[in-house]
C-alpha cells in the first residue's frame, strides 16, 4: 500500500512537471541567428543607396532575443552575371532569406534556380520581374511601388504647376514645348511613368509639344550631358523637362547651371523620387515638384516579410495582391510641404 502511494505521488509530479514544461513557451537561451542576403543592382544609384540604408535600419530594428539577423549587402554593378555569383555566395554563406533587386529584371532564371535548390525564399524588389517569372516557385514575392501612380502624380503635379503659371508657357503658342528624361529602357518605372505623366497632362487640358525624348539611365551625369545637347538644339524652347526621376531631373538643372542660362529661360522640371537631393532642390526652388517613392515603407515590408518568411510566424498578417505582391504608395512633394517630408526623414534617422 505504502509502495503504490509514493508510486502515484511520482506520478503525480511527473505529470504536473511535464505539463509545466509543455505549457510555459520555450525560451531560447540564445536568440535564433539568421543571415539575410540582400543583392542590389548598383549601389551607385542615389534611390537605391537610400533604400538600402533603410533596409538596413529595418533589419536592426527587428532584431531581438528571439532573432539576431545579419543583413550583408551585395552590390552587382549593373551586370547579372555579378549578381548570380553574388548570390550563389549568399546562399553558400547560409543565407536564409535572399532580397533581390535584379541587375537585369527580365533575367532571374538563374538566381530562382539557385534558391530553390537551397529552399531559400527570394523577396524581389524595386526591379520588378515579368509575371511568368514570378510565377516560377511559391517561395517568390516582390516589393515595390506602383509606377502608374508614380507617373499620374507627376503629370497631375506638372499640369498644376503650369495651369497657375501663365509664364510657363514662355513663348506663348498655346502649347508647352517639353522634354522627357528617361531610365533604362525595359524598366517598368521607366516605360510607365513617362507614359502615365504625359497623358495625364494631355488629360487634363494641357497642349504638348514634345521636342525629345532621352535615356539617361537614372544617373544624373547622363541626364546633364544629354540636356546640354538638348539646350544647344533647341535654345530656350524648352518650357518643361520631364525626369523619370529626381537625378535626371537634378542633372538637367547642371546643365542648365553650366551653361549659365539667365533664370527667366528656364523650363519647369519635375522628378520623382524625393531623394534627399530631390527634397532640398524643391526647398530651394530649383526643382518645381517630385514625387515620393515610399522607401521607408518599402523596406518595412521587405523586413516585415523576411521575418515572417524566416520564423514562419506572422505571414496571414500581410496583404499581398495576387499572393506574392506589395506595392506601397507615393506622394506629392512640393515646395509648399516639402519640410514635413524633410523633417520626418531626419526623425527616422535620429532613432
Ligand atoms: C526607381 C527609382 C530610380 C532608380 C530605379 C532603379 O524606382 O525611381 O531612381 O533608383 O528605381 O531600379
Ligand atoms: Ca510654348
Not at 30 to 55: F, H, M
Not at 108 to 126: G, Q
Not at 176 to 189: R, T, W
Not at 313 to 335: N, R, S
Request: with cysteine; net charge negative.
Amino acid at each position: 500500500m505504502k509502495i503504490n502511494k509514493t508510486k502515484i505521488h511520482r506520478i503525480i509530479l511527473a505529470v504536473t512537471l511535464l505539463s509545466l514544461v509543455s505549457c510555459s513557451s520555450p525560451q531560447p537561451d540564445t536568440p535564433q541567428k539568421a543571415r539575410v542576403g540582400v543583392a542590389c543592382y548598383n549601389q551607385s544609384d542615389t534611390y537605391i543607396r537610400q533604400l538600402t540604408d533603410c533596409l538596413r535600419d529595418q533589419f536592426d530594428q527587428l532584431t531581438n532575443d528571439q532573432l539576431d539577423l545579419t543583413m550583408t549587402l551585395r552590390d552587382a554593378a549593373g551586370s547579372q552575371r555579378n549578381q548570380d555569383d553574388q548570390v550563389k555566395e549568399l546562399l553558400d554563406a547560409g543565407c536564409s532569406i535572399l532580397c533581390v533587386n535584379l541587375a537585369d529584371r527580365a533575367d532571374p532564371s538563374e538566381i530562382i534556380d539557385l534558391a530553390r535548390d537551397h529552399k531559400v525564399p527570394i523577396i524581389f524588389f524595386n526591379r520588378e520581374p515579368v509575371a511568368e517569372d514570378l510565377m516560377q516557385w511559391d517561395q517568390l514575392y516582390y516589393v515595390g511601388a506602383d509606377a502608374k501612380q508614380a507617373g499620374r502624380m507627376q503629370g497631375e503635379l506638372a499640369a498644376a504647376a503650369i495651369l497657375s503659371n501663365a509664364q510657363a508657357d514662355r513663348n506663348h503658342d498655346g502649347k508647352i514645348q517639353y522634354v522627357v528624361l528617361e531610365g533604362e529602357p525595359g524598366h517598368q518605372d521607366t516605360i510607365i511613368r513617362t507614359e502615365y505623366a504625359v497623358n495625364t497632362l494631355k488629360n487634363m487640358g494641357i497642349q504638348l509639344e514634345k521636342l525629345s525624348c532621352q535615356i539617361a539611365n537614372w544617373n544624373r551625369a547622363q541626364a546633364q550631358n544629354r540636356m546640354m545637347q538638348l539646350i544647344s538644339q533647341h535654345q530656350n524652347q524648352i518650357e518643361l523637362v520631364l525626369a523619370n526621376n529626381d537625378d535626371m531631373a537634378l542633372g538637367a538643372i547642371d546643365a542648365y547651371k553650366k551653361l549659365n542660362v539667365t533664370e527667366s529661360v528656364l523650363p519647369l522640371f519635375f522628378g520623382i523620387d524625393g531623394t534627399d537631393v530631390g527634397l532640398k532642390a524643391v526647398a530651394d526652388g530649383e526643382l518645381s515638384a517630385t514625387v515620393y517613392n515610399y522607401k521607408e515603407a518599402q523596406a518595412a515590408s521587405i523586413a516585415k516579410l523576411a521575418v515572417a518568411l524566416i520564423s514562419g510566424q506572422g505571414i496571414e498578417e500581410i496583404e499581398f495582391k495576387d499572393e506574392k505582391y506589395i506595392y506601397l504608395p507615393h506622394f506629392k512633394v512640393t515646395a509648399d510641404h516639402v519640410e514635413k517630408f524633410i523633417s520626418y526623414i531626419d526623425t527616422i534617422e535620429d532613432k
